[in-house]
């Protein structure tokens, strides 16, 4: 199976377009476009009955203690951990194709709807929602993709997989809400093939070429 987009060649630096967060001219961090990258699949194994695509970065400080401090920077050994951008699951394998901007355009305060898509797939919750949790300006269910938005003083460069799977179920066993390791343990038995496709972000001044 195979998996690509034409917003950005593979393993590339992801274009602002794509992010939930940029930097302006003036080098400070702000709200971006928020656009869904387009994606584009073939060679989905015959037994497959429906698809699940799923956006994480695994390059998410484990703590938060320096995240976004103007007077330092997270260090670059510090563990990191998932953050979960986009899930997606009972997506019919054909039309092989999501558009840009088809799921997201603009970020939206306490989150977009969800998780039923008019195709049939359902979009579960992206960790948005426990990041603002506590936020009484963004706090809310946060379903469906939101870009990128790494810490603006993180010493590391993050990387964003986006991971398509071929699953024999048409409907993965998940109701209501379901989060990015509910998704990945539902899958365990049920899927026949999967790629990947990825790109990296940041919004440290020091570390953007």
């Not at 930097?23 to 698809?51: I, K, M, T, Y």
């Not at 484990?62 to 670059?76: C, F, H, I, K, L």
Request: glycine share 10%.
């Amino acid at each position: 199976m195979k998996l690509w987009s034409d917003s950005w060649t593979n393993g590339d630096r992801i274009p602002a377009r794509y992010a939930a967060g940029r930097l302006d001219e003036a080098g400070q961090v702000g709200f971006g476009e928020n656009l869904n990258p387009h994606l584009a699949w073939s060679d989905v194994p015959p037994e497959a009955r429906s698809l699940v695509l799923v956006c994480h970065d695994f390059d998410v400080p484990s703590r938060g203690d320096d995240v976004n401090q103007p007077d330092r920077e997270v260090p670059a050994d510090l563990e990191r951990v998932d953050f979960f951008h986009w899930l997606l699951v009972d997506l019919p394998p054909r039309p092989a194709v999501i558009a840009e901007g088809a799921y997201s355009r603009g970020f939206t305060a306490r989150g977009k709807p969800g998780p039923d898509r008019p195709n049939g797939a359902r979009q579960g919750l992206n960790d948005y929602t426990a990041w603002f949790a506590g936020d009484a300006r963004f706090a809310g269910k946060y379903y469906g993709y939101d870009g990128p938005f790494p810490p603006f003083n993180d010493s590391l460069v993050h990387h964003y997989v986006f991971t398509l799977y071929a699953v024999v179920l048409e409907r993965l066993p998940l109701e209501g809400d379901f989060t990015g390791p509910q998704v990945r343990r539902a899958l365990a038995g049920h899927a026949c093939a999967e790629a990947t496709f990825s790109g990296t972000y940041t919004l440290n001044r020091r570390l953007v070429r």
